[in-house]
């Protein structure tokens, strides 16, 4: 299966990546032309625009920063859209909403090619060793036929059901991701001003009935005071965005996401929309004139886990 991904950014250049390492025939397409030549010097082959390289390729993967982006991708002139034709699969593994997975599926549809959406959880770090976990939500034989593919990429693979499932599922566990971050600022002040060992604190959250998958890599390098998580203010702000839009349109009024999202709009404020979205914990030191540094953190996140084949689960 000839695979065509578009958008190589933080997340989608290690997805890429961990096809190309594995000597798939990939052909990649992004704005930078530094990306682009990184993987063509590499062996990949390039398009030139996401039409060519819906034309050339049987799966083509978007793996972009926001919908408005995703929505111009697939439906210019020299979109995706018109260059599908029958059976080839388009998988949508950008963080979007569940009506415009749909809304973009249909019109894919209409090419008579299937649509699939393929969101990944479980940070950069894990993306780069194809250790990330996979949602996927659309046809089943569809999602079985790019399951090989999926492996590749991630570890844990999970079909959600009908398209759109797989992006309520993600935008819900980045809702959960933002509320801990967010809670864990109030917890690391309360133990600087407690007086506790920040590296004893971290171990004991880590085995304790508090802690989380955002505890255990974010509170790294918040304490190492990098904050360099590879996940930025403004893509925090969009998902807490699908969740309250989704929220609304069930007519489900919430208490904690919309207090959350305010909290994060005012990080985005202080440091700018491109600043480390762990950087919201940096609004508590600040304000009480803290800092929550910890000898023997890193400053970046690796996955120290052996590759391995995927699977689903």
């Known amino acids: 299966m000839k695979i065509g991904f578009i958008g190589l950014g933080n997340v989608g250049g290690k997805l890429a990546n961990s096809l190309l390492r594995n000597k798939f025939d990939l052909t990649v397409l992004d704005l930078e032309k530094k990306l682009t030549n990184d993987f063509k010097n590499r062996g990949a082959k390039v398009s030139k625009t996401p039409k060519e390289l819906a034309e050339q390729t049987d799966l083509i993967?978007?793996?972009?920063?926001?919908?408005?982006v995703c929505a111009k991708v697939m439906e210019s002139p020299e979109g995706v859209i018109n260059g599908l034709s029958k059976n080839k699969i388009w998988l949508e593994m950008s963080t979007t909403g569940e009506s415009e997975v749909k809304r973009l599926g249909k019109l894919v549809m209409d090419k008579k090619s299937i649509p699939l959406d393929g969101p990944v959880s479980g940070g950069c770090h894990r993306a780069a060793t194809g250790n990330i976990s996979i949602f996927v939500g659309g046809e089943r034989n569809s999602f079985e036929k790019i399951l090989p593919i999926l492996t590749i990429m991630g570890r844990k693979i999970l079909h959600t059901g009908e398209l759109g499932t797989a992006s309520v599922l993600k935008v819900i566990t980045n809702y959960l991701a933002s509320v801990h971050l967010a809670a864990l600022g109030e917890a690391w002040t309360v133990a600087k001003k407690s007086k506790l060992n920040l590296n004893k604190t971290y171990k004991g959250i880590a085995v304790s009935?508090?802690?989380?998958?955002v505890h255990e890599t974010e509170s790294q390098v918040i304490l190492n005071g990098s904050y360099n998580i590879n996940f930025t203010m403004d893509l925090v702000k969009k998902d807490m965005n699908l969740f309250n839009e989704?929220?609304?349109k069930l007519n489900t009024p919430l208490e904690i996401s919309p207090f959350v999202l305010d909290i994060f709009k005012d990080a985005q404020k202080?440091?700018?929309s491109r600043a480390w979205s762990s950087m919201v914990v940096k609004r508590l030191e600040d304000k009480f004139g803290l800092d929550f540094r910890?000898?023997?953190f890193p400053d970046e996140l690796t996955d120290d886990e052996k590759e391995e084949n995927g699977y689903e689960i």
């Open 270 to 272: 202080k440091y700018g």
């Open 209 to 213: 009935s508090g802690n989380s998958f």
């Open 61 to 68: 993967i978007t793996c972009l920063p926001s919908p408005e």
């Open 294 to 296: 910890a000898p023997n």
């Open 246 to 248: 989704l929220s609304k």
